[in-house]
């Protein structure tokens, strides 16, 4: 029996977003159109629309910057997070000197010490992939770390009991045991990444060719240009999702054939 297209999970989950999605957009749309809402306080969403075909040039120039940040900050992070975990897993006195300082790292603001790293790094690019990787990294790490010691204790002792050594179970029963945790830390990581980037660059201030989105929202706020600022919000809230996306749909390529959690 055919199951009905509305009643197909893949169809749902793509479907029912974008409806509510339409649906909220045409109410915004009606109701600053019925109070005839100034365009410098809300603008509609055709203003939005508008500005992002006429804008659209520069504010993906600018973004391509920011996803630069992003794109070297994550992966920046994800290399750092996977090795401080096996590290961590394989010496308990590591983990316990250094874990307190990771999640020291995780709760201090990140613009309390973007201006620090910027004054310090010479390269402002570095400088903004270092922001961002502080506040990206600690998912990765945890989330790693926890994959990494949950595992089947019955699983752990055939190990033992068939001779295996450290690194046998590290890379047959240890990895393949932390793979859901760790994608799990992608999906949130992705995202973070995203927002260390641009919070980097509203503390860095650059401007000019090499800018990013936080610059043209912030001169879009000086120029009291609010559909141009709504427009880069727009292009930043999208890049997050695909991001987030496109975390997903690894995890499924890489647990679909033998984790329920991608079933």
């Not at 509510?20 to 109070?35: H, K, P, S």
């Amino acid at each position: 029996m055919t199951t009905p297209l509305l009643q197909r999970p893949g169809v749902l989950n793509w479907l029912a977003p974008i409806s509510f999605g339409i649906v909220l957009l045409l109410i915004w749309q009606a109701l600053c159109t019925a109070w005839q809402v100034p365009v410098y306080l809300v603008p509609k969403p055709s203003d939005i629309f508008q500005t992002l075909l006429t804008d659209g040039p520069s504010l993906l120039r600018a973004l391509g910057v920011t996803l630069k940040v992003t794109v070297l900050a994550f992966a920046l992070a994800v290399l750092l997070g996977v090795a401080g975990a096996f590290l961590f897993v394989q010496n308990r006195f590591i983990e316990a000197s250094l874990f307190p300082y990771a999640i020291l790292l995780q709760v201090t603001p990140v613009v309390a010490i973007a201006p620090l790293i910027i004054i310090w790094v010479k390269n402002p690019t570095f400088a903004l992939v270092l922001c961002a990787t502080l506040v990206t990294l600690f998912p990765i790490l945890s989330n790693t770390v926890l994959g990494l010691r949950s595992v089947n204790p019955g699983l752990l002792n055939l190990f033992k009991l068939n001779g295996a050594s450290r690194w046998q179970t590290l890379v047959r029963l240890r990895i393949p045991s932390a793979l859901p945790f760790f994608f799990g830390g992608l999906r949130i990581s992705s995202g973070l990444a995203l927002i260390g980037a641009v919070v980097a660059e509203f503390v860095a201030g650059t401007g000019g060719t090499g800018a990013g989105l936080a610059y043209e929202i912030l001169q879009a706020g000086f120029q009291i240009n609010i559909p141009r600022l709504f427009a880069a919000l727009v292009l930043i809230s999208v890049t997050g999702v695909l991001l987030f996306i496109s975390m997903v749909w690894l995890s499924k390529k890489a647990l679909g054939h033998w984790h329920e959690s991608a079933t």
